[in-house]
């Protein structure tokens, strides 16, 4: 029996694990197809993962290689900008330096301005502190007849103070001619140089002066003795001959004047410097009109100079004729004198001329024409225009700073 139940056993086991066999077969074939579907799914994403990664590798080689030529241009903008500042900053040096050194300049020329300005302010009076322009002073003072006390009328006392008499000793030009002892020298004669303007103290010392040291020296006499008329309480001060200056105005402005003088019938030029008595102030360019309310006097002799004045293209021009083909006509303040050709003007004694203006010495400043320029400038002009080139000047180096 037990024989029996063994074989039946051994049967039944086979069938059993066939079973198990087709289950597991069935299982690892499906296992296997999903496995396969898996790769292949795997491999297509691969695929896929794969040119994605190529395209943006491409893509990123490309940036990369734009970035790289981009990095190259800008080290090179960068190389020619380092360029640029070394040589930028080369010339921002230079700039300064040249800046720095014009206001060196100005610094001289407003100084060299100044002082001269001064100048002119020290020499437009006599200074008593001076001994040889206090020698000056003591002689005007006791030449008593100089400065002349009149009563006209009963309308008060007049001081005159007389320029020149052909019949008199009493008189400025005598004074400086006779008293003084003052000379007419060319500075080449007495410099060595072709024109230098003595200070006061020089020409009252060495009494040797050309004729910008004698109008000089001339105006700072007028000065005086308007003042002492005035400290003396002149109810009237004139200035002039026995017949006064014209138009009766009170002519207590005194400037130098200087210019060319052209003689009409010689051709003849000439530099020559005058007194200019005006009743109008001359202070700047802006009073250079007020010159024409004037009258010139030669300083060397008092005597006054017949003319009349005129404007053209900024040029001021005092002139004793007018020319035609017919006629030369003589004239001063007063009355015209027309002489017909054969042209023989021996016989006027200045003869006729044209002196044009190109100088005026006021108080404290030099007014002069630029023939360049065609344009009157001045000391103090040049002064202001200097300033304020140098305030440009310093603002464009704050700048570069």
Partial sequence: MHKSQNQSHAKLVPKHWLYL?????????????????????????FVGYKEKMDLNYFNLV??????????????????QLQIKKNSLENINRSIKDDLNTTLKKIDIYK???????QWFSKNSQLDYTDPNQKKIIQKIDRAKEVIDWKDYGGEG??????????????????LNSRELNLKYLPDSE?????????????????K????????????????????KCEKEFADEILVGYNSFLPNDENYNKFYVVCGTFTHYDTGEEYGHCVTLLTYKEISSLADLNNMQSGVFIESQTGEQIQGRFKFDNNLYRFTNYQADDEKLCLYNQL???CYYYPKDFSFVQEGPFDFIIDTIIIENDLLYFSIEN????????????????????????????
């Fill in 208 to 227: 040797n002066g050309d004729c910008e040291d004698w109008s000089l020296l001339h105006v700072a006499e007028l000065r005086y003795l308007y003042e």
């Fill in 335 to 337: 009355y015209t004198s």
């Fill in 62 to 79: 490309q940036e990369n290689n734009l970035l790289l030529n981009d990095l190259n241009k800008k080290n090179n903008d960068l190389s």
């Fill in 190 to 206: 007495n410099f060595d140089k072709n024109d230098f303007l003595q200070p006061l103290t020089n020409f009252s010392r060495t």
């Fill in 21 to 45: 066999l087709v289950v597991i077969s069935v299982f690892l074939i499906l296992s296997t197809v999903l496995l396969f579907q898996n790769l292949n799914s795997l491999q297509n994403d």
């Fill in 374 to 401: 065609q344009e009157w400038f001045s000391y103090s002009k040049l002064l202001l225009e200097l300033e304020q080139k140098q305030k440009l000047i310093e603002s464009k180096l704050n700048q570069y700073s």
């Fill in 111 to 117: 100084k060299e301005l100044t002082d001269s300005m």
């Fill in 157 to 174: 006392e007049s001081c005159v103070i007389r320029l020149e008499d052909s019949y008199f000793t009493n008189n400025l030009a005598f």
